[in-house]
């Protein structure tokens, strides 16, 4: 077909389309099957927070756009708000419908699938054609790690449609500033740092890297750069705007009297001098949206104290700089990995800047959280999927159009597809502990946290243990929940090195991400329970194993 031919071909939207309905229904068939991850439980509490109470206090360290639509099939089935954090690990057994109310929180999230899916297709099509925006949102509807962050009442879809949105947004701007991209672009923007705070870290590194390669690109637009400049205004504008919007319009200080000392302040300027009183009482004074400037300072703190990460079988305290690569590469499928790298090659040809734009973000994205200190799941990066995307399907339209070996081409390029639809229909439901086939067969020595046991097995622990006719076992679970609201039989749970005989379901995170109950990998057990829970029948202990009182 010629180019404009392959632009209004309606075939390719409709292929389209279905696939993301197809994937739709593919991820709702997994809400029923997991139990409550570990950080579902908040962010239902801290949406009906917001729903019900018009506040937004329990948890601001992250902002409350995904949590709003998390929380309100929950809310719309009578889930109540909670007081306090101790209480959420309650709260979704609260109504005695357990698994319809997480399917409801689940179904939430759903919504950012479709809209990143969107984005996908139609900055594709601006870019390349309409056939190979179908490419790319067949590739994107079709990675384990979407469909499995897809599935979850966490924030994580959220920010990766929202910063995918932003990128798209900033591009088309940079190429033609009118009013309406600048509203649209701060449209955007709002909703990415109303969704999750690293896409502050995103979009200005991705932001300025995209704009110092448009400056740099030959044919750019020549606009008059007081237009431009109010046009940045204006988006800035409107992005505060729609934050604040989402904290309800809220105003109020972001530190108070009782907060003292400031010692950032306190570093800067003399005590007890004029300049310190004057610096207390603005810092001390009311702002619009108080409550996402706490939950920056608390992210901020967070990642000052850093957080403990497991990689390649070691735990490091503050991340490590491998952390997200290598999670990349046995994360994502590896016939994806390889169209990524052939549309690579294929987009360092273009002279047209714009199409370098989904890949220089993704590249940014990766740098960005290289030196991170808080390295505990690939969902950290995910809005980096979307982008490589479109890069992939450049790679594979590419291949298919060459002219070189045609029908080898197509044939390499029908087989990398094949592949990669293959390989997720077998992963299905188990999209989240999905690994390739560089991770083998025990990729616990590689990765565990929130990329293969976060906690999602439990009801399928209560189903292996009736099934096996157990009466009583020990348990050590990486969960948020309450065990005594499963149906588990007569159990104890188990301290941090404190050791049982006769039954024992214990997470992988327990034994070898923790490591508090190590003791049990010189033992082999009966059987894995989903991809998380080991489960094992050991020996009585001797007296001297025994736990002291």
Known sequence: ????????????????????????????STHRVYSQTIDEALHVATGLEW?????????????????????????????????????????????????????????GTLIFFIAAAAIVFFWTRQLFDVWTAGVACGL???????????????????ATATVCAAFFALARWLDRPTGSR??????????????KFSAYLFLCSGGFLLTLVWRLAPSKMRIDPRARTS?????????????????????????????????????LVTENS???????????????????????????????????????????????????????????????LALCVIGMATIARSRDWAKWAPALAAVTILAAVLPSTISIGLRHVLPIYPLLSIVAGAGAVRLWRSRRSPLWTRLLVVTLL????????????????????????????????????????????????????IESVSLALFTSARLDSFNFPSFRELGP?????????????????????????????????????????????????????
């Open 1 to 28: 077909m010629s180019a404009p031919s392959r632009q209004r071909h309606p075939l390719p939207a409709v292929i389209t389309a279905a696939l993301i309905a197809l994937a739709s229904l593919q991820i709702a």
């Open 51 to 107: 729903l019900q109470r018009g506040s937004y206090t329990l948890q601001p360290e992250n902002p409350p756009l995904s949590r709003i639509a998390i929380a309100l099939g929950p809310h719309l089935a009578g889930l109540k708000a909670i007081d306090s954090p101790p209480e959420q690990r309650r709260l979704l057994h609260s109504t005695g419908a357990y698994r319809d109310i997480l399917a409801r929180a689940r179904a």
């Open 140 to 158: 994107f509807a079709t990675l384990p790690p979407i469909l499995a962050h897809s599935g979850l009442a966490t924030t994580d879809m959220a």
């Open 182 to 195: 600048a509203a649209l672009l701060g449209l955007a923007i709002g909703l990415a740092l109303a969704s």
């Open 231 to 267: 046009g940045l205004i204006g988006a800035v504008g409107v992005a505060a705007l729609v934050v604040w919007a989402v904290y309800r319009f809220s105003i109020g200080p972001v530190l108070t009297a009782a907060d003292r000392p400031h010692r950032f302040i306190d570093s």
């Open 274 to 336: 004029h300049g310190q009183r004057g610096a207390y009482q603005i810092i001390e004074a009311s702002y619009p949206a108080p409550e996402h400037w706490h939950g920056l300072e608390r992210l901020r703190s967070h990642s000052a104290r850093g957080h403990r990460s497991y990689l390649l079988g070691e735990s490091y305290p503050n991340g490590h700089p491998a952390f997200f690569p290598i999670a990349l590469m046995v994360k994502t499928p590896l016939p994806f």
């Open 418 to 469: 094949a592949w990669q639809g293959f390989s997720t229909s077998t992963a299905h439901p188990d999209y989240l502990p999905w690994f390739n086939a560089l991770a083998g067969k025990q990729p616990e020595k590689i990765l565990i946290d929130s990329d293969l046991d976060w906690g999602q097995d439990l009801l399928r622990l209560e189903e292996e243990l009736a099934r096996r006719e």
């Open 497 to 549: 090195g404190e050791q049982a005989g006769g039954w024992v379901a214990a997470s992988l995170m327990r034994i070898k991400g923790w490591r508090d109950h190590a003791w049990l990998e010189s033992h082999q057990p009966v059987a894995r329970v989903g991809a998380s829970i080991l489960l094992y029948h050991l020996p009585p202990l001797e007296p001297s194993q025994e736990a002291t009182p």
